[in-house]
C-alpha cells in the first residue's frame, strides 16, 4: 500500500538535483528521522521528519518517526510530475517552500568583530554540552591539536567517533599544516584535508564533521572562502562516505542546515540564551557529528 506524504519545505541545492533531467535516483539508506537517496553522480537529496528540519539536502516531509526507515536500500527513486515515488512512499512535492541553505555571509562578514567577541561565550556553552567522546570535549584541552578519530571508514552509523589517535605528533604537525594552509599555503591545506577525511567510523567520520565546521569558520572569517573550501572538499570528498562527501560539497559552498543559521543570527546579536539553544541544536544532531562540526568551527579561532 502505498504511503502519501506532503513535503513542507525543500532546500535549493535539493531542487535543482530533482530539477536534472532525466532525474534518476536510488535510496542509499534508510533510518527512523531520515532516508537519504543518491543519484548516478553522487548527489544526495535527504528526506527527513520536521524534528531534523531543514539542511543543505533535505527535503522535510510531514511524517512521524519511523516511516521513512521502511524503505528498502537501492530500491529505484522516481520523480512523476510533482511526486517523488521510492518505495511504498510517495512525497507529493506541489509548491513547496524552498529553502535557502547560504546564510548571508556578507552581512555576518560585516558582523565578524561582534560575532569573535561572542567565541569564548560559544566556546564555553559548547564544553557544557559536548559528549564526552566527541572532537568538541577535546577543546577543554590545554594540549589541543586536531585530535582526530582512528578506525576504519565504514558506511554504518553510530559508534564511538572519537578513539584518539595515539600518534600525537602526527596530529600537531597537521595542526600546523592546517593552519599554514589557512594563511595561503595550498600544499599544507591539502595534506591535512588528506589526513582528516574519512577519518573515523560513520555516514559522517569525526574528522570529516571537523572539515565542514572549519569551512563555514572560512566563510565567515577569511578573506577568501572559496577557493580554500573548495580544495578542502576536493581533497575530502572522494576519500569519505557518499553522504558525507556530498555534506562537505555542500560546506564548501557555504551551506549549512538551520541550527548553523540560527547559532550565526544568535552570535551576531549577543543573545547569550540563544547560543545556548542553538548549540543544544547542533549537538543533538547525530551521535557526535553536530559537535564535532562545532568544534571544527571554533578550533581556528582558539589560536
Not at 543518491?38 to 528540519?53: D, E, F, H, R
Not at 516511516?67 to 511504498?88: C, I, S, W, Y
Not at 557555504?254 to 540564551?273: K, M, P, Q
Request: charged share 15%.
Amino acid at each position: 500500500m502505498t504511503v502519501h506524504l506532503a513535503a513542507r519545505s525543500i532546500s535549493r541545492p535539493a531542487l535543482g538535483t530533482l530539477r536534472q533531467a532525466p532525474f534518476a535516483a536510488r535510496v542509499l539508506a534508510a533510518f527512523e528521522q531520515a532516508c537519504d537517496l543518491v543519484t548516478p553522480n553522487g548527489q544526495v537529496i535527504a528526506v527527513v521528519i520536521p524534528q531534523i528540519g531543514d539542511g543543505p539536502l533535505s527535503i522535510v516531509v510531514e511524517a512521524r518517526a519511523g516511516v521513512l526507515g521502511t524503505v528498502e536500500r537501492n530500491a529505484p527513486v522516481e520523480l512523476k510530475g510533482d511526486a517523488l515515488q521510492f518505495g511504498h512512499l510517495e512525497i507529493a512535492l506541489g509548491d513547496t517552500l524552498v529553502w535557502e541553505p547560504c546564510p548571508n555571509w556578507s552581512a555576518l562578514r560585516t558582523r565578524q568583530q561582534e560575532i569573535i567577541t561572542n567565541l569564548p561565550a560559544l566556546r564555553a556553552i559548547a564544553l557544557g554540552y559536548a559528549p564526552a567522546d566527541s572532537l568538541l570535549a577535546a577543546l577543554d584541552t590545554a594540549s589541543y591539536v586536531i585530535p582526530t578519530c582512528g578506525g576504519a571508514l565504514v558506511d554504518r552509523p553510530g559508534g564511538c567517533k572519537a578513539d584518539r589517535d595515539p600518534d600525537q605528533g602526527a596530529r600537531s604537525c597537521e595542526a600546523k599544516n592546517l593552519r599554514s594552509g589557512l594563511e595561503g599555503d595550498v600544499t599544507h591545506l591539502r595534506e591535512a584535508a588528506a589526513y582528516l577525511a574519512g577519518r573515523g567510523i560513520g555516514l559522517t567520520p569525526a574528522g570529516d564533521d571537523f572539515l565542514a565546521g572549519v569551512m563555514l569558520w572560512t566563510w565567515l572569517a577569511h578573506p577568501t572562502p572559496e577557493p580554500v573550501c573548495h580544495t578542502l572538499a576536493e581533497v575530502a570528498a572522494p576519500r569519505t562516505t557518499t553522504l558525507s562527501a556530498a555534506l562537505l560539497r555542500a560546506a564548501a559552498r557555504g551551506e549549512c542546515d538551520a541550527n548553523w543559521h540560527r547559532l550565526f543570527a544568535a552570535l551576531s546579536s549577543d543573545g547569550t540564551a540563544q547560543i545556548a539553544l542553538a548549540v543544544q541544536q547542533i549537538v543533538a544532531r547525530g551521535a557526535t557529528s553536530g559537535a564535532d562540526m562545532l568544534a571544527g568551527f571554533l578550533w581556528p579561532a582558539i589560536g
